[in-house]
């Protein structure tokens, strides 16, 4: 039931406990059965301690209520189409906050949907973002023990501070509760119209972190910086901005050779963040500069691009930093938010933070100091041959956890369930650039190949929303995909650019239909972080394993090859289950428009139950308790005027 019905005495609750610490409140409000931050908490564990729903009961679950996205009552003409419906709801005290593509915001009874109020920042109002898949990833939640508020930062570059309990924008925030994102980025340069938001801001202490999302596909080097700001949580006035592309006097300039810090775009952090609050640390997962994928005019190692940044929430100066990738041009931004857990290592207690990436990588380090846990190594790399471009002679390998997916590419990797399957494989193999990980694009053409078949793709390894961890036993669950990419650069049609070379990308190139590798194509992998050792590995959905040409082989599941498992879903973690789901169009019909709810047992990664589900969801999954009840939360639809959130619990 909500507590607006109960206003009274939650509120002389609040005011008894103002004296606590956040990170005290944090801590009571895991055991209760809340989910106050798009990962659980803000060290992005992805779990729950709750058990009602188990093994045993788990495929009796049902759609307890529905809640259809306010976006579907706009009037037509009004704001513009949006992507995939991959909103995290978040439950405090019985009430369900969550947000809409186009960025209102409603508070929802969590026990029977019903809608308690609804405000809608009209952020399409604020013209056509240029990008196409467009989406508000969450929200955050925020309290000082007296008042309660929830922030969004919408794709109209508004952040905005809404009174939790009235759903009214708070007045002592910025401009009548909201303020100008296109603002206080520290350089003028650039077309606005190129920065937006989509991940949850976070908010620890009285300090509000955002992130932006950037786009240069007007194939222009003009994108803006993806800097980081600070603003008061009570005020919205500007605390600190950290540049992500070092400025003026500051440290590592020198990493953009011939200046080019000065022009360079995009290092932002696009995803969400995550922070340790009794240390007063925040973790910035950080992208690639543009252009993405060739980099002479951003020549050197580019920090902080593709790095992990520790920050002093309050001051906003830098802790410790960890580069994974180098002068990247291989789109291998960090896409999901850092995962803090305390661990044993040797014996000895270790305050951990793990990231896992798109490189099929999980870089593991003391979160306070910044200190690797198991050696991470520099070795060399091949260089690039493309003029003017130069390859970082060297990139990081941690030396443990070994890698949780397919890195790099040679002949013995292709695809070879028949010798009629294995010819045609080494056939289109041949037409590309083969190597390992780190391997740079080719012009398109280079020695008669089309490309380099990089290993993982652009959008493969681990990306949003990325790994989730079981603080109790310190083991990490990765959800990952393969989905090789053929890389070549191509010169840009007259007048369309300013770069001598622009991406072309060859996504689908396998024999008969199927992938050109040997499977699995999709994981998910268990990670002890007290030792770095695997745990389990499995295959995550069935994958080809029915095409005409493998069906009489009777193969066992294949891993999903679908293109969009890499962005969407992720994994809950409660007390007994690990819960995520997959597409019925890869399991059953290609036509099916549903999904299949997982559970797997968190000790092996056998699957132990399903429900299926007439609607495709995408978001990540969560789970809270109401009134003495279970409950599991996942978002969907979106491509069909059908954005819903689904709720699902046992029958009565």
């Not at 609804?118 to 989406?135: A, H, K, V, W």
């Not at 949780?404 to 002949?411: K, L, P, S, V, Y």
Request: charged share 20%; glycine share 10%.
């Amino acid at each position: 039931m909500s507590r607006f019905k109960f206003s009274i005495p939650i509120l002389f609750l609040c005011s008894f406990l103002s004296s606590c610490s956040q990170d005290a409140t944090e801590t009571a409000s895991a055991g209760s059965g809340d989910w106050r931050h798009a990962g659980g908490d803000h060290s992005s564990a992805k779990y729950s301690s709750l058990d009602q729903i188990n093994a045993e009961n788990f495929a009796d679950l049902e759609v307890a209520w529905r809640w259809q996205s306010a976006d579907l009552r706009l009037a037509v003409g009004v704001g513009y189409g949006t992507a995939d419906y991959r909103a995290v709801p978040l439950v405090v005290d019985g009430t369900m906050y969550v947000n809409t593509n186009h960025g209102m915001v409603a508070a929802l009874d969590s026990k029977t949907g019903e809608e308690l109020w609804l405000i809608d920042p009209e952020s399409y109002r604020f013209g056509l973002p240029i990008q196409t898949n467009i989406m508000i990833r969450g929200i955050e939640y925020w309290t000082d023990g007296d008042i309660e508020r929830i922030f969004v930062a919408t794709l109209g570059k508004q952040l905005l501070s809404i009174d939790a309990v009235t759903g009214q924008p708070d007045s002592n925030f910025g401009e009548d509760g909201y303020i100008d994102l296109s603002q206080n980025l520290g350089r003028l340069e650039f077309e606005s119209n190129f920065i937006t938001a989509g991940a949850a801001p976070i908010a620890v202490g009285n300090s509000l972190i955002v992130g932006s999302k950037i786009f240069d596909y007007g194939m222009y080097n003009r994108s803006p910086p993806g800097h980081v700001r600070a603003y008061d949580t009570y005020t919205g006035e500007l605390k600190w901005r950290f540049n992500t592309i070092p400025q003026e006097g500051e440290q590592f300039t020198e990493t953009w050779e011939n200046n080019s810090w000065r022009i360079a775009g995009n290092t932002n952090v696009w995803t969400f963040m995550s922070a340790d609050e009794e240390a007063g640390i925040v973790y910035l997962p950080t992208s690639t500069p543009t252009n993405d994928y060739w980099g002479g005019m951003r020549l050197g190692e580019n920090l902080y691009a593709e790095a992990l940044v520790a920050l002093d929430i309050e001051t906003g100066e830098r802790l410790w930093h960890f580069q994974t990738v180098h002068h990247g041009l291989w789109d291998y931004d960090i896409g999901s938010a850092p995962n803090l857990v305390d661990i044993v290592v040797d014996g000895e207690p270790v305050k951990a933070v793990a990231q896992v990436s798109k490189t099929a990588f999980t870089y593991v380090f003391d979160r306070i100091t910044g200190e690797p846990v198991w050696p991470i190594e520099e070795r060399p790399v091949a260089a690039s041959t493309v003029p003017g471009e130069r390859a970082h002679p060297t990139q990081p390998f941690p030396t443990k956890p070994a890698p949780f997916d397919r890195q790099g590419i040679t002949e013995a990797d292709l695809i070879d369930f028949t010798p009629e399957i294995a010819a045609e494989a080494r056939e289109i193999a041949s037409n590309f650039l083969l190597g390992p990980i780190f391997t740079p694009p080719i012009v398109r053409g280079s020695d008669d190949k089309l490309a380099t078949f990089v290993v993982p793709g652009a959008g493969g390894g681990a990306n949003f929303p990325g790994a989730s961890i079981d603080p109790e036993t310190g083991i990490l669950y990765i959800p990952s995909a393969t989905r090789p990419h053929g890389m070549s650069l191509i010169a840009p049609p007259q007048g369309t650019s300013d770069w001598p070379y622009v991406i072309q990308m060859e996504r689908q190139v396998g024999p008969f239909g199927l992938p050109l590798l040997k499977p699995p194509y999709r994981r998910i992998t268990a990670i002890d972080l007290n030792t770095g050792d695997h745990v389990w590995q499995i295959p995550f959905g069935k994958g080809p394993a029915n095409h005409p040409l493998l069906e009489h082989l009777d193969l066992p599941p294949l891993g999903s090859v679908y293109d969009d498992v890499v962005a969407e879903g992720g994994i809950l973690v409660t007390k007994t289950l690990l819960i995520s789901f997959l597409a019925q169009k890869d399991e059953i019909d290609p036509e099916a428009q549903g999904s299949i709810l997982v559970a797997l047992d968190k000790a092996t990664g056998e699957t132990v139950a399903e429900v299926f589900v007439d609607q495709r969801l995408h978001g990540p999954p969560m789970t809270y308790m109401s009134e003495g009840k279970q409950y599991i939360a996942v978002a969907g639809g979106g491509r069909e005027n059908d954005d819903e959130l689904l709720v699902f619990a046992l029958p009565d």
